[in-house]
């Protein structure tokens, strides 16, 4: 799915999705600093706010990835993005699908944020970019992360073997497709 135009903002009921914002630094390493986030999703917690500002210039630049902001405070308190395909060489994502990749800081753990962030997203590859298929990944011992995947609809599919962890994987297929 190749030159996709991304909503710029998805609003929920309690959040806004848009564009990482280098004045988000801050808020990015108080929740990307904690290992109980970063280990689960793979990445190396971060050790200052210039790396989390270097991720924001870097990473989170990509297109169709977005702050997960609490409307009531304006604060990024998460992330929630199509996870681009030369960023995970070894998934095989077919013609019109799409992976969709998450997380939220640990004081927002347990509230529903990130399955209602995940939905809305799910909703605008669905509808507007027309994806046929998206998929979720996360660690096997990720339980957390699982748990989004089920909340919103998402089905197992298989799992792979990266490295020493094995990875699963749930898909959702878009049945409205080509209406």
């Not at 706010?49 to 990835?65: D, H, K, Q």
């Not at 992976?99 to 640990?106: K, S």
């Not at 004081?107 to 669905?126: M, Q, R, S, T, Y």
């Amino acid at each position: 799915m190749e030159n996709l135009v991304f909503k710029k903002e998805i609003e929920t009921e309690r959040l806004k999705l848009r564009p990482w914002l280098e004045s988000d630094a801050a808020a990015l390493y108080k929740y990307a600093s904690d290992a109980a986030v970063a280990d689960p999703a793979g990445w190396p917690a971060h050790e200052s706010e210039e790396v989390s500002l270097a991720v924001i210039r870097t990473v989170f630049s990509a297109p169709g990835t977005y702050a997960v902001v609490l409307k009531e405070s304006g604060e990024a308190v998460g992330c929630c993005g199509i996870v681009p395909p030369e960023a995970r060489p070894n998934v095989k994502t077919g013609d019109e699908e799409v992976e969709v990749g998450y997380w939220i800081g640990r004081p927002h753990w347990g509230k529903g944020l990130i399955p209602e962030a995940v939905n809305a997203l799910v909703a605008h590859c669905f509808g507007d970019l027309r994806a046929r298929r998206a998929w979720i990944s996360c660690y096997a011992f990720n339980d957390k992360s699982r748990r989004v995947a089920e909340k919103c609809g998402f089905r197992f599919d298989h799992s792979e073997r990266q490295g020493d962890i094995d990875e699963l994987f749930f898909v959702k297929d878009n049945e409205d497709y080509g209406d």
